[in-house]
């Protein structure tokens, strides 16, 4: 079992560019998640699926786009990259509660972004 | 107004010390959860410990324990006998709705607190 991956782990993207970044999850599960975290603070949400096909917006999802084409994998679009995106991205899963008494969010190793 | 605060910036303990880091949070459901995760340098996300809003007892997860008062809308993480290894920062979240924290919206964090264990 890998887990909660990501794809890349680094990237440096020059303002007005665009990148797509991959989480994928071999372990089934029905939510996951895209979070952001910058210095000095907690992770913040910006977009969550709830199953194949379903997005939605959560704390801070201005200026991304997200896509869940299969279960297994949920993206994150930059469409044109800004200074402000700089951060360190964190994409997550687990589980719906009604198939599970496991509540936990499982998290990938995260994918450093700067944008210059 | 902050959902999830953590007052506690850095803290020095003394290697073997127990530690208590605080949390309170803010919330007007009565069905929610809350979650503590340990950050170390390498910056990977690691659950420690998880409370439901209707659970009688104190989670307790190995040396990890919750102390969770309800009434003061407080969810302490208690780590007895620090180790080095527990160098690292940790940070306290929320997830409201579903059942105790089991819906599908994604957690709160807080800003975390950065512990230092010392020799």
């Known amino acids: 079992n890998a887990g909660v991956t990501q794809t890349p782990k680094f990237r440096v993207l020059k303002t007005g560019q665009s990148m797509t970044l991959l989480c994928a999850q071999d372990?089934?599960?029905?939510?996951m998640y895209w979070y952001r975290q910058d210095p000095g603070m907690g992770l913040r949400l910006i977009h969550y699926?709830?199953?194949?096909?379903?997005?939605a917006k959560g704390e801070v999802p201005d200026g991304y786009n997200v896509s869940r084409l299969k279960k297994q994998n949920f993206l994150l679009g930059l469409e044109s990259a800004a200074p402000s995106q700089t951060s360190v991205y964190f994409c997550?899963?687990?589980?719906?509660?009604?198939?599970?008494?496991?509540?936990?969010?499982?998290f990938g190793p995260g994918t450093r972004l700067t944008v210059t | 107004a902050q959902k999830i605060t953590q007052t506690q910036p850095g803290m020095f303990v003394q290697e073997k010390e127990a530690v208590t880091l605080d949390c309170t949070y803010d919330?007007?459901?009565?069905?929610?959860?809350l979650f503590w995760y340990k950050q170390p340098s390498s910056g990977e996300m690691i659950f420690l410990i998880y409370?439901?809003?209707?659970?009688?007892q104190n989670a307790t997860e190995g040396r990890y324990s919750l102390n969770f008062q309800k009434a003061r809308k407080s969810a302490n993480l208690v780590i007895s006998a620090s180790q080095l290894g527990d160098s690292a920062m940790y940070f306290c979240?929320?997830?409201?709705?579903?059942?105790?924290?089991?819906?599908?919206?994604?957690?709160?964090f807080g800003k975390g607190t950065h512990l230092i264990i010392q020799p």
């Open positions: 979240a929320m997830r409201e709705g579903g059942s105790s924290g089991g819906g599908a919206d994604g957690l709160t």
């Open positions: 409370q439901g809003s209707y659970d009688q």
């Open positions: 997550a899963s687990s589980y719906s509660i009604l198939s599970s008494g496991d509540y936990e969010q499982y």
């Open positions: 372990m089934n599960h029905e939510y």
């Open positions: 919330t007007s459901d009565p069905s929610y959860g």
């Open positions: 699926s709830v199953g194949e096909g379903t997005t």
